[in-house]
């Protein structure tokens, strides 16, 4: 079983920026895909960003060129630079770790952006 923990979230202004993290231990298979996902209250959870595992990105069309998800492989972590925030960015944004044959999420970590 892969355990993810997301760490980085917190409170801050609109235009300010964070970066979140998310390590994945367990690990005994490979991770292909990995991305973030979020939601606000009210809302469906909805894919942020995603990372194959040779680079290749997505992104929803709200968080583009504001957003940049990254991965290290060594260190079976996936991060998210978020910059130019804004308070419809407040949502609590979960890791996703895609693999052979399941998938596995974090618990979350809340990001608030104030006004």
């Known amino acids: 079983q892969v355990q993810l923990v997301e760490s980085g979230g917190g409170l801050v202004q609109a235009g300010g920026s964070l970066r979140l993290s998310c390590a994945a231990s367990g690990i005994s298979v490979r991770l292909n895909v990995m991305g973030w996902y979020r939601q606000a209250p009210g809302k469906q959870r909805e894919l942020v960003a995603s990372i194959t595992r040779i680079g290749t990105t997505n992104y929803v069309d709200s968080v583009k060129g504001r957003f940049t998800i990254s991965r290290d492989n060594a260190k079976n972590t996936v991060y998210l630079q978020m910059n130019s925030l804004k308070p419809e960015d407040t949502a609590v944004y979960y890791c996703?770790?895609?693999?052979?044959?399941?998938?596995?999420w974090g618990q979350g970590t809340q990001v608030t952006v104030s006004s």
């Open positions: 996703n770790a895609v693999y052979t044959p399941s998938d596995s």
